[in-house]
């Protein structure tokens, strides 16, 4: 989106700096004759040295709290290979209920976490979310019966819930709405990598088998939850709050993305925290088509992280076979979804790549489907295509709303809705691939491949709703409309241009 005011917030800026030096000795000529390079960047800062910084100093803290979240959630598919429905005596629809109750925690305190989070800070909020979900994933391997196993997924659910939307938010606080998308591939990634680190840790783990008297199931919650719990007390000292009190920042730094952003985004507001603006949420048509978009893409996702290591299995292949044969397609898929986001900021459209992308997982599950038993080359090779195409479209649909939705309240909440709107779809897709449709499993791999169908759909609705929201308010300003003065408070502004 083009700033329709650079002078004024570059003006500024300048004046900010000179003050600046003034205060601190330096000299600063007020010769009027300055360059464009110099007009629009003041200060001499290298705009993309400091980018290169913030994302060394964010995104790997962030990435690695999401990779552990993504791995204490879905290692259950791989506790299940090692022994865990005979520990607990469970029958396989029973395991089904465990993958369900995680989803229902984490759906009914998505909202009311991000509401949280903008009531108080990243620094505190995040990582102590991350110490409560590592100590009940740690708790996970000590259950000694199926009910309290199942309490334990709920609260794990429940813990974990505000980790995405909340770093979604976050993010938009710190980088341009195009920058968005490329920082939350990165850190969704994660989930692909938590995917493949899985299965190789899984296999080591599993030959713990009778340590302490504990099977080897036991060990893979034990372990990776004292691990999340480690980094959660470190994260602490790692993970900032917003530019404007980042200690690894001078003041000059702050300046210049203050100056940045406050043409592109409302991150520069000292916005209140109002019921109004969640509501202005809760009543935006498009809120809810983000919320489907990704709706139609978690069914698949969790539904493949989920069980992945049992399809495999099913294929003719041994428990280690299996959990080391998850790698491959999880590997493939985090290389995907980094290129696609890449060649999304750089194009400036999301519409295009979310559907070749799911197209993609369409031939994949439709390899699944129809692949005889007697190859099971074949039906891999569909994991793969599934995997390389699911996760590249959520990274996107998942930033959508932290990109188009303008208001920091409204964001928060928008956000927090796609994710819960979402994992609706996760809640039905762990009860459909039950014991009794095995090798198969034409109930669950059909559920996928229509919801990637239906996926389809959605974005293409959203793409249609967002081009006619744009050009309605272009003809708005070509009516004669005067544009607002200052900076943009929310997406009704004439100014804001929805990304499509």
Not at 333 to 352: C, D, N, Q, Y
């Amino acid at each position: 989106m083009s700033n329709p005011q650079p002078l004024e917030g570059h003006s500024q800026l300048e004046n900010e700096k000179i003050a600046l030096g003034d205060r601190n000795g330096s000299k600063h000529s007020s010769a009027p004759s300055l360059t464009d390079e110099e007009f629009a960047n003041p200060t001499g800062i290298n705009e993309k040295a400091l980018i290169r910084r913030l994302d060394l100093k964010l995104l790997p803290p962030l990435t690695l709290l999401y990779l552990l979240s993504f791995l204490d959630r879905s290692n259950i598919g791989n506790a299940k290979l090692d022994g865990l429905l005979i520990s607990l005596n469970c029958t396989g629809n029973q395991y089904l209920m465990a993958l369900t109750i995680y989803f229902i925690g984490y759906v009914l305190f998505e909202v009311p976490c991000n509401i949280i989070l903008k009531r108080t800070t990243p620094k505190i909020w995040l990582p102590t979310l991350m110490l409560a979900w590592g100590v009940v994933s740690t708790l996970m391997g000590v259950s000694q019966n199926y009910a309290g196993f199942l309490a334990a997924r709920f609260f794990l659910g429940m813990t974990e819930s505000g980790l995405f939307p909340g770093v979604v938010f976050y993010l938009s606080m710190w980088y341009k709405r195009r920058e968005v998308l490329y920082r939350v591939a990165l850190f969704f990634s994660a989930a692909s990598l938590a995917g493949a680190f899985g299965g190789i840790l899984a296999y080591g783990i599993g030959f713990m088998d009778g340590v302490g008297d504990y099977k080897g199931w036991r060990w893979i919650f034990i372990i990776e939850g004292l691990l999340t719990v480690v980094v959660s007390l470190a994260s602490y000292l790692f993970i900032h709050n917003y530019p404007l009190t980042a200690p690894f920042l001078t003041e000059p730094e702050r300046s210049f993305i203050h100056a940045r952003l406050k043409g592109d985004s409302d991150a520069t507001n000292e916005e209140a925290f109002a019921w109004s603006n969640v509501r202005a949420a809760l009543t935006d048509y498009k809120c809810w088509l983000y919320g489907l978009g990704f709706h139609t893409m978690s069914l698949p996702l969790y539904t493949l992280s989920l069980f992945l290591p049992t399809i495999i299995k099913q294929l003719g292949y041994t428990a280690a076979q299996a959990q080391l044969l998850t790698v491959p397609p999880y590997a493939v898929a985090t290389i995907l979804t980094i290129i696609v986001a890449v060649l999304s900021e750089k194009s400036g459209k999301r519409t295009p790549f979310v559907l070749a992308s799911t197209s993609l997982a369409i031939i994949g599950y439709i390899m699944l489907l129809a692949a005889p038993i007697e190859k099971p080359g074949v039906s891999y090779a569909g994991t793969i295509l599934a995997a390389a195409g699911i996760y590249p479209s959520c990274a996107i649909v998942l930033s959508w709303a932290a990109a188009n939705v303008s208001g920091q309240s409204k964001r928060a909440t928008a956000t927090a809705m796609t994710i819960t709107i979402g994992n609706l779809g996760a809640i039905l897709g762990t009860q459909l691939y039950r014991p009794n449709t095995s090798p198969r499993w034409y109930l669950g791999h059909g559920f996928a491949l229509g919801y990637l169908v239906a996926n389809l759909a959605v974005v293409s609705i959203l793409w249609v709703c967002l081009n006619r929201e744009n050009r309605i308010k272009e003809e708005r300003i070509s009516s004669g409309e005067v544009e607002p003065q200052g900076g943009i408070v929310n997406d009704e502004d004439v100014r804001w241009q929805f990304q499509t």
